[in-house]
């Protein structure tokens, strides 16, 4: 089994700044992709950043300038560096990534289960 913990979220002012950070835990052989997600009320989920294991990473035109995504291959962790934050960017962000558990398998696409960030004065 493995699992993937978000932590971070909460009420900032618009143009402030918050860290998320989400770990993977369980028995893991190797991650590839990891990333961040978010979901607004009403709307579809939609990507926000992602990043490679050799750390090639891919933004939301959204957020490019304003967000950093960063990983820990040791720690098996990724963070989502948030700055300039908007109203808009108030939404539940979920952490993804592709795990594998044993060297000859494929790679689970696996959720965290959100943590909420509002921006609002």
């Known amino acids: 089994q493995v699992q993937l913990v978000e932590s971070g979220g909460g009420l900032v002012q618009p143009g402030g700044s918050l860290r998320l950070s989400c770990a993977a835990s369980?028995?893991?052989?190797?991650?590839?992709?990891m990333g961040w997600y978010r979901q607004a009320p009403g709307k579809q989920r939609e990507l926000v950043a992602t990043?490679?294991?050799?750390?090639?990473?891919n933004y939301a035109d959204s957020v490019k300038g304003r967000f950093t995504i960063s990983r820990d291959n040791v720690n098996n962790t990724v963070y989502l560096q948030m700055n300039s934050l908007k109203p808009e960017d108030t939404a539940a962000y979920y952490c993804?990534?592709?795990?594998?558990?044993?060297?000859?398998?494929?790679?689970?696409?696996?959720w965290g289960q959100g943590t909420q960030v509002t921006v609002s004065s």
């Open positions: 369980g028995s893991i052989f190797s991650i590839s992709h």
């Open positions: 993804n990534a592709g795990i594998r558990t044993m060297p000859k398998r494929g790679p689970l696409d696996t």
């Open positions: 990043i490679t294991s050799d750390g090639s990473t």
